[in-house]
């Protein structure tokens, strides 16, 4: 009976672990002369999962998690190709910018155990990590020789543009306030009461404890609902009631109020410049991704 267990327990370990190998190692893609597994898919979307966390987290960071699974195979064989090419064109990374990125991401975390126990979550190890940097950049290298430094926007397409869409640039109406912080609402509302009776913040400087600075605000930009509601409703050097964020307390003066007005081309002209490269980047990073893909041999797999 014994004999019995033990070769039942044997079986199990020839046949059944390996099917979750198996399942890593499958094959999903053919590019060229290179296949893509399973795995690769899976470190890829990890890879993605690790980067995004820098500015996103919990639901947010799953839904952009989500929304790049979709396209992810076809992202990776473009990658593939990318990678292939820049073998081509006999692009190499040099060791030390791979380190420097490396502890750039490493110093988001306060100790080396937490940025492995990281990685770990994402079945990731370190070598894996660097290989992906390593990728990172020589896609972005081949795209650079190939189409971005091919990319020319001329004076006269800038011009063009904003004459077409004047009304794009049209500065909104903005908001410059002092802003004093505090931090014990007692000392908030004691200075409100002392401004708004007509003293200067300067004299107030010796009884009270604060910071102050300017801030340039305008309708339609991302602020706190809180600074929101109440910059708005402030007349020309009116002194808000002390506000509360985060355990620190906000009064706000109104100093000035710039109209909304038209843009001039000297203005827009950045931001026309920048959009029009990258919109011209995009097209052309199309057009030659699709060429690359017409010159290789592409198969998907149906598993």
């Not at 820098?54 to 990318?82: C, F, H, P, T, W």
């Not at 894996?128 to 091919?150: C, H």
């Not at 009116?238 to 007005?261: A, C, H, K, M, T």
């Amino acid at each position: 009976m014994k004999r019995i267990i033990s070769f039942a327990a044997l079986i199990l370990l020839l046949f059944c672990f390996p099917c979750g190998l198996y399942a890593q190692d499958m094959m999903v893609a053919v590019v060229n002369n290179e296949v893509i597994t399973q795995k690769d898919l899976n470190d890829f979307l990890n890879f993605m999962r690790m980067q995004y966390s820098r500015q996103l987290s919990g639901k947010e960071l799953e839904e952009k998690v989500n929304s790049i699974k979709q396209d992810l195979l076809q992202r990776l064989i473009e990658d593939r190709i990318m990678l292939q090419q820049a073998k081509t064109d006999k692009i190499t990374i040099e060791p030390a910018r791979i380190k420097a990125k490396l502890n750039e991401i490493k110093k988001r975390y306060s100790r080396e155990s937490d940025f492995e126990r990281d990685l770990g979550k994402q079945g990731l190890v370190q070598a894996d990590l660097e290989n992906k940097i390593r990728e990172q950049m020589l896609t972005f290298s081949v795209v650079e020789r190939n189409v971005r430094n091919k990319v020319v926007i001329r004076p006269e397409e800038v011009t063009d543009f904003y004459n077409q869409n004047k009304g794009k640039f049209i500065k909104p109406e903005e908001r410059i306030l002092t802003v004093i912080i505090l931090q014990d609402e007692s000392s908030a509302k004691s200075l409100t009461y002392y401004l708004r009776l007509g003293e200067k913040l300067e004299s107030l400087a010796s009884r009270y404890v604060f910071t102050f600075d300017t801030l340039s605000v305008s309708q339609g930009q991302d602020l706190r609902r809180e600074i929101e509601g109440v910059v708005f409703k402030l007349g020309i050097s009116e002194v808000s009631e002390p506000v509360n964020i985060d355990g620190q307390y906000y009064i706000f003066i109104l100093d000035e109020i710039l109209v909304s007005r038209q843009m001039n081309l000297a203005e827009s002209q950045d931001k026309i410049h920048a959009y029009l490269f990258d919109k011209k980047l995009q097209e052309r990073l199309t057009i030659w991704l699709n060429e690359l893909k017409k010159q290789s041999y592409i198969k998907i797999l149906d598993n």
